[in-house]
């Protein structure tokens, strides 16, 4: 007989500053964006970084001009959720290869922010409502697991000493977004909803040139998030599978 799935936890917001490490502009505006707004709101301090610059990500617009104009509007969703500091990576969009040099990029920002929480994209082949996963996903999302660890290695990425950038083993959790296996929910209700539409909205120039019949913001985001909330009995949920360490 089939077991019944856990049932799900509160992720509690127990942290003081939290990192939120994606691959391309708007992967944090699908979902995350909301728990984000949240957080902000309860005191704690939020940042991004993202390892591209979504060069890549507009059919109808050239990488050379794509990627400026994406990561202003990166800058400006950030802003609507109460993101002041967006740092970017300068790998390729479309090709980030998973190894060291990724893993010692993620390992600086987190050095440099020394937050208590991480919040990542999932590493799995597919998402948890079984679209399949894109590979700057996973390659950044497994990078990003390594990272937490790397950070606290004062023997690792030792060219980081002379960045000032002392280990950092704070990390205390990691969350990962549009994980198949979901462990804790965040309430996203009401106005932290309407704040993630507002935020996914603000890539204008991405969201143009979507296929006609692909859902815009709202709809989207009340799929997603509508989906988080039924299944722990509120209206809209952001869900994260919750990894401890220590």
Same mark, same amino acid.
């Given at each position: ?14 942290? =003081?500053? +939290? ?8 992967? +944090? ?47 400006? =969703? ?16 479309? !090709? ?58 004062? @023997? ?5 000493? !002379?960045?000032?950038?002392?280990? @950092? ?15 804790? @929910?965040?309430?996203? =209700? ?57």
């Amino acid at each position: 007989m089939e077991q019944p799935a856990p049932a799900l936890e509160p992720l509690d917001n127990t942290f =003081s500053s +939290i990192l939120c490490v994606v691959a391309h502009p708007d992967d +944090i505006e699908y979902g995350t964006a909301a728990a984000v707004h949240r957080w902000v709101g309860e005191g704690t301090t939020v940042r991004y970084f993202l390892l591209t610059r979504g060069e890549a990500g507009i059919d109808t617009m050239d990488p050379a001009e794509a990627g400026s104009v994406r990561e202003a509007e990166e800058r400006e =969703s950030a802003r609507r959720v109460g993101v002041d500091e967006v740092d970017f990576g300068d790998h390729p969009d479309g !090709a980030i290869e998973y190894g060291v040099a990724l893993r010692r990029d993620i390992t600086r920002a987190i050095r440099r922010t020394r937050p208590d929480l991480v919040v990542a994209g999932t590493w799995g082949l597919r998402f948890g409502g079984g679209m399949i996963n894109q590979a700057d996903h996973r390659a950044v999302g497994l990078a990003t697991l390594d990272a937490v660890a790397d950070a606290g290695n004062r @023997w690792l990425h030792r060219d980081l000493d !002379a960045e000032g950038l002392e280990p @950092w083993g704070g990390v205390t959790a990691i969350a990962v977004a549009g994980s198949p296996d979901p462990t804790h @929910w965040v309430d996203v =209700s009401g106005e932290h909803f309407e704040a993630s539409v507002h935020s996914l909205e603000a890539h204008e120039a991405y969201n143009s040139v979507l296929p006609a019949d692909f859902p815009a913001p709202r709809e989207l985001l009340g799929m997603i998030l509508g989906g988080g909330g039924k299944a722990v009995g509120v209206e809209h949920a952001a869900l994260f599978e919750v990894i401890r360490r220590g």
